[in-house]
């Protein structure tokens, strides 16, 4: 069982060794990074075609960094704005699931337990809140390729609470209800604000390929024409916009799968299918193109099989 006394902090001693390569890594990368923008040329040719980009395109892009940056001082501020919230002071390094997991203890849930059930009921916590330590970057350092897309992190949000949720009417004695459900209200309204700023790099790049003229080059080879239709596929994701409306409307359809769920209306072997429907049509504002759908299903497949695989192991 690990250890699961004291709620935690936002800073953590991790050694030395790991600060002292944290640091090295922290500096080589600001080195790099530096580097590609003083060297940046202002046109790429490949096979005979020539792509000019504009000098306000390569602002926005080379701000990417400033804007993950940006996106992790508005993670900190939204921890500082809710000082009561049970999550507020987990930090980027401490899984949400032992807050969880603690008062569970503190309240003797664990008592009459082997080991290894101990072990279960704390490995389900940890899957089903796993997808909101990814968007606070627990233990990714910053690796924003690993970390879902806004459209899976809004997802997720759902499922986890509703996950949440089942658990507790499952697994919690009534007697110890009453401080696991206001932790899920914590939890929901901390990693609410935390998903509606959220964007991985994959969203950071995709809005920023808009400001750049898709390429149309003709009489090119396979490889270069692959690439303008990446592009023109990557172009078309991040020009989606929702208005709230269409947010909220989403929101219900998601929360209406996972009602369904677990009233029995929907079986958890077409929950995969159903999710990803869901999310598909959502990121893609309703476009029907074959390689942007096939797109979105790669980039969030790994999200949709997490959250499908913690409802099959609550169900």
């Given amino acids: 069982m690990v250890n699961i006394s004291g709620m935690g902090t936002t800073d953590s001693f991790t050694g030395a060794y790991n600060k002292r ?41 080379s701000g990417i960094a400033d804007r993950k940056a940006a996106q992790r001082a508005a993670r900190e501020a939204i921890s500082a704005e809710m000082p009561d919230n049970a999550f507020a002071n987990t930090g980027d390094m401490k899984h949400q699931y032992l807050v969880f997991s603690e008062n569970l203890y503190n309240n003797g849930f664990y008592d009459n337990m082997s080991d290894d059930e101990v072990n279960q009921m704390e490995g389900l916590l940890h899957q089903i809140t796993a997808g909101m330590d990814s968007i606070n970057c627990v233990n990714l350092s910053n690796n924003y390729q690993g970390v879902m897309s806004h459209e899976a992190a809004r997802m997720d949000l759902v499922s986890s609470v509703n996950a949440l949720k089942y658990f507790a009417d499952k697994y919690v004695a009534e007697n110890m ?38 390429p149309n080059a003709i009489r090119v080879g396979e490889m270069m024409q692959k690439s303008q239709e990446d592009m023109y596929v990557n172009q078309s994701i991040g020009k989606v916009a929702h208005s709230t409306e269409e947010e909220q409307k ?41 390689a942007v759908v096939t797109m979105l299903k790669s980039r969030n497949y790994d999200a949709i099989s997490k959250m499908s695989g913690y409802w099959n192991s609550l169900l």
């Fill in 21 to 61: 390569i944290e640091q090295n890594r922290n500096r080589d990368a600001a080195e790099l990074y530096h580097r590609e923008k003083v060297n940046k040329p202002t046109a790429y040719e490949y096979l005979g075609a020539t792509v000019s980009i504009s000098e306000e395109s390569k602002e926005f892009m």
């Fill in 177 to 214: 209800k009453e401080s696991f459900e206001k932790l899920i209200n914590d939890y929901e309204e901390f990693n609410g604000a935390k998903v509606a700023i959220h964007k991985n790099i994959f969203d950071m790049r995709n809005e920023s390929l808009n400001y750049i003229a898709a």
């Fill in 250 to 290: 989403n929101k219900q359809e998601m929360q209406s799968v996972f009602e369904g769920l677990m009233n029995g209306k929907i079986n958890k072997d077409d929950l995969f299918d159903k999710l990803q429907a869901t999310l598909v049509n959502y990121a893609s504002g309703g476009i029907k193109n074959s």
